[in-house]
């Protein structure tokens, strides 16, 4: 729709500054309740938050869709100043952008194919449930987008958020 590829560069440069902006944000969280449990001025709330920390495989999976998060809202930022409409920034990402912007966040781990071990056992993940199709039903996957996305206000609000605001002349159900 006559809109440009964004250049490689700016999203590399954006993913850069977005692994830096996360991983100071969990050190600092780290930090702060390793301070906490020192001084032993801990709260119950703390306590909750310490014991939610991500381990072991989930948490190089959080903190790489993270990265990717955090790289999509600082180019949202930067290219905000050159389109004068609202826009969705994957929209404006070409597929190998995308699969560029995976590979380097680490999150493109989660795409690759993968053997199932014989076992009459669901697995606790959902991984290999399905012999067909392995990734169907997965925890911490994202779900393929069927139709393209709709928002109430053009760019990050998805229909139906505002109450009794009619779509196609009728209110969406809760």
Known sequence: DGVEELDNNLILSSVQEAKKLVDAAYKRTRDVLKERLRSRTLSPSDVMT??????ATSRTFIRSADYIETSLQLLTEKVRS???RPFNISDLLTVNQIDMLHKVSGYAFLHLPKTCPPSRYRTFTGECNNRRFPNFGVSRRPYTRLLPARYEDGR????????????NGFTLPL
């Open 50 to 55: 310490y014991f939610k920390q991500p381990v």
């Open 82 to 84: 050159i389109y004068s």
């Open 156 to 167: 990050e609000l998805p229909q139906g958020w505002t109450e009794n605001r009619p779509i």
